[in-house]
T-cell receptor, first 113, second 112 residues
Framework: GAGVSQSPRYKVTKRGQDVALRCDPI?????LYWYRQALGQGPEFLTY????????KSGLPNDRFSAERPEGSISTLTIQRTEQRDSAMYRC???????????FGSGTRLTVV | DAKTTQPNSMESNEEEPVHLPCNHS???????IHWYRQLPSQGPEYVIH???SNVNNRMASLAIAEDRKSSTLILHRATLRDAAVYYC?????????????FGKGTKLSVKP
Protein backbone atom coordinates (compact mmCIF):
# COMPACT_ATOMS: atom_id res chain seq x y z
CA GLY A 1 0.00 0.00 0.00
CA ALA A 2 0.90 3.65 -0.14
CA GLY A 3 1.54 4.07 3.56
CA VAL A 4 2.00 2.18 6.80
CA SER A 5 -1.29 0.65 7.82
CA GLN A 6 -2.15 -0.20 11.41
CA SER A 7 -5.16 -2.02 12.72
CA PRO A 8 -7.32 -1.67 14.60
CA ARG A 9 -7.40 2.13 14.90
CA TYR A 10 -8.99 1.87 18.32
CA LYS A 11 -9.05 -1.01 20.75
CA VAL A 12 -10.80 -1.11 24.09
CA THR A 13 -10.10 -4.19 26.16
CA LYS A 14 -10.68 -5.38 29.67
CA ARG A 15 -7.83 -5.72 32.08
CA GLY A 16 -6.31 -9.17 31.86
CA GLN A 17 -7.20 -9.80 28.23
CA ASP A 18 -4.60 -10.31 25.49
CA VAL A 19 -4.47 -7.95 22.53
CA ALA A 20 -2.75 -8.16 19.15
CA LEU A 21 -1.92 -5.02 17.20
CA ARG A 22 -1.11 -5.29 13.53
CA CYS A 23 1.23 -3.30 11.32
CA ASP A 24 1.44 -3.55 7.55
CA PRO A 25 4.53 -1.64 6.39
CA ILE A 26 5.22 0.01 3.08
CA UNK A 27 5.95 -2.64 0.48
CA UNK A 28 9.66 -3.25 0.16
CA UNK A 29 10.61 -1.61 3.43
CA UNK A 30 13.19 -3.72 5.19
CA UNK A 31 12.99 -2.20 8.66
CA LEU A 32 9.93 -2.06 10.91
CA TYR A 33 9.69 -0.34 14.28
CA TRP A 34 7.21 -0.29 17.13
CA TYR A 35 6.77 2.69 19.44
CA ARG A 36 4.42 3.55 22.28
CA GLN A 37 3.30 7.10 22.97
CA ALA A 38 1.60 8.41 26.06
CA LEU A 39 -0.40 11.61 25.86
CA GLY A 40 1.85 14.66 25.75
CA GLN A 41 5.03 12.60 25.50
CA GLY A 42 7.35 11.71 22.64
CA PRO A 43 7.26 8.23 21.12
CA GLU A 44 9.00 5.58 23.22
CA PHE A 45 10.92 2.90 21.32
CA LEU A 46 9.79 -0.67 21.89
CA THR A 47 11.41 -2.94 19.30
CA TYR A 48 12.48 -3.20 15.68
CA UNK A 49 13.03 -5.71 12.90
CA UNK A 50 15.18 -5.96 9.83
CA UNK A 51 13.33 -8.36 7.55
CA UNK A 52 12.03 -11.07 9.90
CA UNK A 53 14.85 -10.74 12.42
CA UNK A 54 14.14 -8.87 15.63
CA UNK A 55 17.20 -6.67 15.99
CA UNK A 56 16.49 -4.91 19.25
CA LYS A 57 13.78 -5.55 21.83
CA SER A 58 15.35 -3.59 24.62
CA GLY A 59 12.41 -1.19 24.78
CA LEU A 60 9.77 -3.80 25.51
CA PRO A 61 8.64 -2.98 29.06
CA ASN A 62 8.30 -6.54 30.34
CA ASP A 63 7.70 -10.10 29.19
CA ARG A 64 3.99 -9.48 28.61
CA PHE A 65 5.00 -7.64 25.44
CA SER A 66 6.21 -9.51 22.37
CA ALA A 67 6.45 -8.84 18.67
CA GLU A 68 6.95 -10.88 15.55
CA ARG A 69 7.39 -10.38 11.84
CA PRO A 70 7.48 -13.96 10.54
CA GLU A 71 7.69 -13.29 6.80
CA GLY A 72 9.52 -10.00 6.91
CA SER A 73 6.43 -7.97 6.09
CA ILE A 74 3.42 -7.67 8.42
CA SER A 75 4.22 -7.45 12.10
CA THR A 76 2.14 -8.13 15.20
CA LEU A 77 2.71 -6.62 18.63
CA THR A 78 1.07 -8.74 21.31
CA ILE A 79 0.35 -7.65 24.85
CA GLN A 80 -0.67 -10.42 27.21
CA ARG A 81 -2.70 -9.93 30.38
CA THR A 82 -3.20 -6.24 29.68
CA GLU A 83 -3.03 -3.71 32.49
CA GLN A 84 -4.40 -0.19 32.68
CA ARG A 85 -0.89 1.23 32.43
CA ASP A 86 -0.63 -0.31 28.94
CA SER A 87 -3.17 2.24 27.69
CA ALA A 88 -1.43 4.39 25.07
CA MET A 89 -1.09 5.05 21.36
CA TYR A 90 0.96 2.31 19.72
CA ARG A 91 2.72 3.42 16.57
CA CYS A 92 4.44 1.43 13.88
CA UNK A 93 6.95 2.79 11.39
CA UNK A 94 8.87 1.35 8.49
CA UNK A 95 11.89 2.39 6.48
CA UNK A 96 13.64 1.18 3.37
CA UNK A 97 16.75 0.51 5.37
CA UNK A 98 17.90 0.95 8.91
CA UNK A 99 17.26 4.42 10.24
CA UNK A 100 16.64 6.19 6.96
CA UNK A 101 13.41 8.15 6.48
CA UNK A 102 10.89 6.43 8.72
CA UNK A 103 7.23 6.53 7.71
CA PHE A 104 4.84 6.22 10.61
CA GLY A 105 1.35 4.76 10.60
CA SER A 106 -1.69 6.39 12.16
CA GLY A 107 -1.36 4.27 15.25
CA THR A 108 -3.62 2.10 17.37
CA ARG A 109 -5.17 3.74 20.42
CA LEU A 110 -5.32 1.07 23.12
CA THR A 111 -7.50 1.61 26.15
CA VAL A 112 -7.49 -0.94 28.95
CA VAL A 113 -10.48 -0.67 31.26
CA ASP B 1 23.25 7.35 22.72
CA ALA B 2 23.98 11.04 22.15
CA LYS B 3 21.89 13.36 24.33
CA THR B 4 20.12 16.35 22.85
CA THR B 5 18.94 19.64 24.31
CA GLN B 6 16.10 21.54 22.68
CA PRO B 7 13.96 24.43 23.93
CA ASN B 8 10.66 23.17 25.31
CA SER B 9 8.69 25.62 23.21
CA MET B 10 9.01 28.39 20.65
CA GLU B 11 6.64 30.83 19.02
CA SER B 12 6.65 32.25 15.54
CA ASN B 13 4.50 34.48 13.40
CA GLU B 14 3.06 33.16 10.19
CA GLU B 15 5.19 33.78 7.09
CA GLU B 16 8.30 34.52 9.15
CA PRO B 17 11.40 32.32 9.30
CA VAL B 18 11.86 30.02 12.26
CA HIS B 19 15.16 28.72 13.60
CA LEU B 20 14.85 25.68 15.85
CA PRO B 21 18.09 24.94 17.72
CA CYS B 22 19.42 21.63 18.99
CA ASN B 23 22.52 20.92 21.05
CA HIS B 24 24.06 17.46 20.69
CA SER B 25 27.51 17.91 22.18
CA UNK B 26 28.08 14.16 22.74
CA UNK B 27 27.32 13.20 19.17
CA UNK B 28 29.67 10.62 17.67
CA UNK B 29 31.46 11.12 14.39
CA UNK B 30 29.23 8.66 12.58
CA UNK B 31 25.87 9.89 13.90
CA UNK B 32 23.59 11.54 11.40
CA ILE B 33 21.37 14.34 12.67
CA HIS B 34 17.72 13.65 11.94
CA TRP B 35 14.76 15.95 12.42
CA TYR B 36 11.20 14.73 12.70
CA ARG B 37 8.04 16.61 13.53
CA GLN B 38 4.71 15.54 14.93
CA LEU B 39 1.60 17.49 14.11
CA PRO B 40 -1.28 17.32 16.60
CA SER B 41 -3.02 13.93 16.58
CA GLN B 42 -0.70 12.53 13.92
CA GLY B 43 2.32 10.26 13.81
CA PRO B 44 5.84 11.67 13.51
CA GLU B 45 6.91 12.81 10.07
CA TYR B 46 10.43 12.87 8.63
CA VAL B 47 11.70 16.39 7.93
CA ILE B 48 15.38 16.29 7.04
CA HIS B 49 18.71 14.76 8.00
CA UNK B 50 22.42 15.49 7.51
CA UNK B 51 25.92 14.53 8.58
CA UNK B 52 28.27 17.47 8.16
CA SER B 53 27.17 19.72 5.32
CA ASN B 54 24.13 21.94 5.39
CA VAL B 55 21.13 20.34 3.72
CA ASN B 56 18.06 21.70 1.98
CA ASN B 57 14.83 20.07 0.91
CA ARG B 58 11.33 21.23 0.09
CA MET B 59 10.32 21.26 3.76
CA ALA B 60 13.26 22.89 5.49
CA SER B 61 16.99 23.56 5.72
CA LEU B 62 19.40 22.04 8.18
CA ALA B 63 22.43 24.02 9.30
CA ILE B 64 25.05 21.92 11.09
CA ALA B 65 27.79 23.56 13.15
CA GLU B 66 31.34 22.90 12.04
CA ASP B 67 32.09 20.99 15.26
CA ARG B 68 28.76 19.10 14.86
CA LYS B 69 27.84 19.80 18.46
CA SER B 70 24.75 21.70 17.44
CA SER B 71 22.38 22.11 14.54
CA THR B 72 19.51 24.36 13.55
CA LEU B 73 16.39 23.46 11.64
CA ILE B 74 15.23 26.38 9.52
CA LEU B 75 11.69 26.82 8.29
CA HIS B 76 11.95 29.62 5.80
CA ARG B 77 8.34 30.81 6.00
CA ALA B 78 6.30 29.36 8.82
CA THR B 79 2.71 28.46 8.10
CA LEU B 80 -0.05 27.48 10.51
CA ARG B 81 0.43 23.92 9.35
CA ASP B 82 3.99 23.95 10.70
CA ALA B 83 2.72 24.08 14.28
CA ALA B 84 4.05 20.82 15.70
CA VAL B 85 6.57 19.26 18.05
CA TYR B 86 9.99 19.12 16.41
CA TYR B 87 12.46 16.42 17.41
CA CYS B 88 16.21 16.49 16.81
CA UNK B 89 17.63 12.94 16.89
CA UNK B 90 21.23 11.81 16.39
CA UNK B 91 21.23 8.43 14.71
CA UNK B 92 23.90 5.95 13.73
CA UNK B 93 22.44 3.55 11.24
CA UNK B 94 25.45 1.64 10.23
CA UNK B 95 24.91 -2.08 10.02
CA UNK B 96 21.81 -3.33 11.77
CA UNK B 97 21.34 -0.32 13.99
CA UNK B 98 18.92 2.42 13.34
CA UNK B 99 16.16 2.95 15.86
CA UNK B 100 15.17 6.55 16.48
CA UNK B 101 15.14 7.58 20.11
CA PHE B 102 12.79 10.54 20.62
CA GLY B 103 13.39 13.14 23.32
CA LYS B 104 10.94 15.82 24.43
CA GLY B 105 11.34 18.02 21.36
CA THR B 106 10.37 21.66 20.82
CA LYS B 107 6.72 22.58 20.58
CA LEU B 108 6.40 25.23 17.89
CA SER B 109 3.38 27.53 17.91
CA VAL B 110 2.64 29.65 14.85
CA LYS B 111 0.52 32.77 15.24
CA PRO B 112 -1.51 34.15 12.33
Amino acid sequence: GAGVSQSPRYKVTKRGQDVALRCDPISGHVSLYWYRQALGQGPEFLTYFNYEAQQDKSGLPNDRFSAERPEGSISTLTIQRTEQRDSAMYRCASSFTGGYGYTFGSGTRLTVV
Amino acid sequence: DAKTTQPNSMESNEEEPVHLPCNHSTISGTDYIHWYRQLPSQGPEYVIHGLTSNVNNRMASLAIAEDRKSSTLILHRATLRDAAVYYCIPLNYGGSQGNLIFGKGTKLSVKP
